[in-house]
T-cell receptor, first 111, second 114 residues
Framework: LAKTTQPISMDSYEGQEVNITCSHN???????ITWYQQFPSQGPRFIIQ???TKVTNEVASLFIPADRKSSTLSLPRVSLSDTAVYYC????????????FGAGTRLAVHP | DAGVTQSPTHLIKTRGQQVTLRCSPK?????VSWYQQALGQGPQFIFQ???????QRGNFPDRFSGHQFPNYSSELNVNALLLGDSALYLC?????????????FGSGTRLTVV
């Protein structure tokens, strides 16, 4: 399973765009990149998933370069409620496959 | 549509005791996984159940066991509790035949061992 590396923490201010980069040098051909968000005392929540190039949904965008050795989660115009831990996961999609979490990135959004 | 439901939300147990945690998966989901999350760390995979059988297991001792019922709900049992078992226990459900990595997590059970 590919290991991921993310910054331990980040700070931002309301209204700014936040980009969290994840490194996954050993990503396999069949692996997808998935991001989860976790608030205190809650379970992780699926944000976005992609394989290559760019994926966008109502919450975030995911940028994946051609070599797929890294990816960037982009949160547009963050608010205080975006303060959470963000996890980058790499693996093959499917209900059989376990999720391997790292320590995640602790994002703090300030007024 | 109800998501993943876990009970109880909080629990305090004494070292050496046994505990049972419960999980009801999201409607339409047939696989249940359990994770342990210590304070300040990411969730760690314990095991996964599908068709009432344990399909995968993480690096956890045999003190951790589980069960899945015909209605897809699941239980996590921990015997001979240690202080180090204090953590947030998360249940996640999914469909086996899915192309998504989108597991649905419950809010967890906070277990404190004293």
């Amino acid at each position: 399973l590919a290991k991921t590396t993310q910054p331990i923490s980040m700070d931002s201010y309301e209204g700014q765009e936040v980009n969290i980069t994840c490194s996954h040098n050993n990503i396999a051909t069949n692996d997808y990149i998935t991001w989860y968000q976790q608030f205190p005392s809650q379970g992780p929540r699926f944000i976005i998933q992609g394989y290559k190039t760019k994926v966008t949904n109502e919450v975030a965008s995911l940028f994946i370069p051609a070599d797929r050795k890294s990816s960037t989660l982009s949160l547009p115009r963050v608010s205080l409620s975006d303060t959470a831990v963000y996890y980058c996961l790499v693996g093959v999609p499917g209900g059989y496959n376990k999720l391997i979490f790292g320590a995640g990135t602790r994002l703090a959004v300030h007024p | 549509d109800a998501g993943v439901t876990q009970s109880p939300t909080h629990l305090i147990k004494t070292r050496g005791q046994q505990v049972t945690l419960r999980c009801s998966p999201k409607s339409g989901h047939d696989t249940v996984s359990w994770y342990q999350q210590a304070l300040g760390q990411g969730p760690q995979f314990i095991f996964q159940y599908y068709e009432e059988e344990e399909r995968q297991r993480g690096n956890f001792p045999d003190r951790f066991s589980g069960h899945q019922f015909p209605n897809y709900s699941s239980e996590l049992n921990v015997n001979a509790l240690l202080l180090g078992d204090s953590a947030l226990y998360l249940c996640a459900s999914s469909r086996v035949r899915t192309t998504s990595y989108g597991y649905t997590f419950g809010s967890g059970t906070r277990l404190t061992v004293v």
